[in-house]
C-alpha cells in the first residue's frame, strides 16, 4: 500500500459526460501528479499540483483539468468525453523539492467511456 | 526533450533464469534521476529505485540489481534466479531536476512485459 488514495476505482460512463476523479496524497507529501496510461500513448504525465499551486504542465487536453485543495487531496476533471479518453488514471504524489524524489502511485481509475 | 526507450517488449522465461531488463535514456541535462517501476497484474506501480546522474555505481537489492552506465546512457535492471511474482510489467523512467514550469515530472519508457513461467 502505498498510501495514496484514489476514487473511484472504476468509472464507466458516456460519451460527451463529465466525470471527477479523487486523490488523496501520503501523509506529509506536498506534490501531487496525475499520470494517463493508455494503450496507444502508453504512461504520460499530466499535470503536477505542488502545496495548492500548479506547478508544471504535460500533455494534458483542454478539456480536463485539475485542482489541489487545501488539504491537499486533488481533483481531475474530465469533461466532453470521448471514446478516446478511456484509459487508467494514476495519481502520484511525492516531496517536491530539488532533487526530485520518488513518486509513490495509487492505484489508480479505470475509466471507461462508452 | 527526454526520451526513455525500452527496447524489450516482451520477455519469457522459466524459473530460477536470471533476466536483464533494458533501459536507454536521452536527455540534455547533466543532473537527472532514472527510476525503475513495477506493474503487476493488479494494476498499481510500484517504485523499485532512484538514481541520481552523479551514482554511477551499481546496486544490489536482494534478487534485483541495477547497472547504471552513463557512457551509452543506460540503466538495466537485472532480476536474479526469476520466481514466477516477478511477472509484471517493468517501466524506467527518467526525471530532470526540477524547474521553474517542467516540475519533476516523470517521463516513461514503454515497459517490459516479464512472465516468468513455473
Known amino acids: 500500500d502505498s498510501g495514496v488514495t484514489q476514487t473511484p476505482k472504476h468509472l464507466i460512463t458516456a460519451t460527451g459526460q463529465r466525470v471527477t476523479l479523487r486523490c488523496s496524497p501520503r501523509?506529509?507529501?506536498?506534490?501531487v501528479y496525475w499520470y494517463q496510461q493508455s494503450l496507444d500513448q502508453g504512461l504520460q504525465f499530466l499535470i503536477q499540483?505542488?502545496?495548492?499551486?500548479?506547478?508544471a504542465k504535460g500533455n494534458i487536453l483542454e478539456r480536463f483539468s485539475a485542482q489541489q485543495f487545501p488539504d491537499l487531496h486533488s481533483e481531475l476533471n474530465l469533461s466532453s468525453l470521448e471514446l478516446g479518453d478511456s484509459a487508467l488514471y494514476f495519481c502520484?504524489?511525492?516531496?517536491?523539492?530539488?532533487?526530485?524524489?520518488?513518486?509513490?502511485f495509487g492505484p489508480g481509475t479505470r475509466l471507461t467511456v462508452t | 526533450a527526454q526520451k526513455v526507450t525500452q527496447a524489450q517488449t516482451e520477455i519469457s522465461v522459466v524459473e530460477k533464469e536470471d533476466v536483464t531488463l533494458d533501459c536507454v535514456y536521452e536527455?540534455?541535462?547533466?543532473?537527472?534521476?532514472l527510476f525503475w517501476y513495477k506493474q503487476p497484474p493488479s494494476g498499481e506501480l510500484v517504485f523499485l529505485i532512484r538514481?541520481?546522474?552523479?551514482?554511477?555505481q551499481n546496486e544490489i537489492s536482494g534478487r534485483y540489481s541495477w547497472n547504471f552506465q552513463k557512457s551509452t546512457s543506460s540503466f538495466n535492471f537485472t532480476i536474479t534466479a526469476s520466481q514466477v511474482v516477478d511477472s509484471a510489467v517493468y517501466f524506467c523512467?527518467?526525471?530532470?531536476?526540477?524547474?521553474?514550469?517542467?516540475?519533476?515530472?516523470?517521463?516513461f519508457g514503454e515497459g517490459t512485459q516479464l512472465t516468468v513461467n513455473p
Open positions: 502520484a504524489s511525492s516531496v517536491e523539492g530539488s532533487p526530485p524524489y520518488e513518486q509513490y
Open positions: 499540483y505542488y502545496n495548492g499551486e500548479e506547478r
Open positions: 538514481r541520481n546522474s552523479f551514482d554511477e
Open positions: 536527455t540534455r541535462d547533466t543532473t537527472y534521476y
Open positions: 501523509s506529509g507529501d506536498l506534490s
Open positions: 523512467a527518467l526525471s530532470e531536476a526540477p524547474q521553474e514550469t517542467s516540475g519533476s515530472r516523470l517521463t
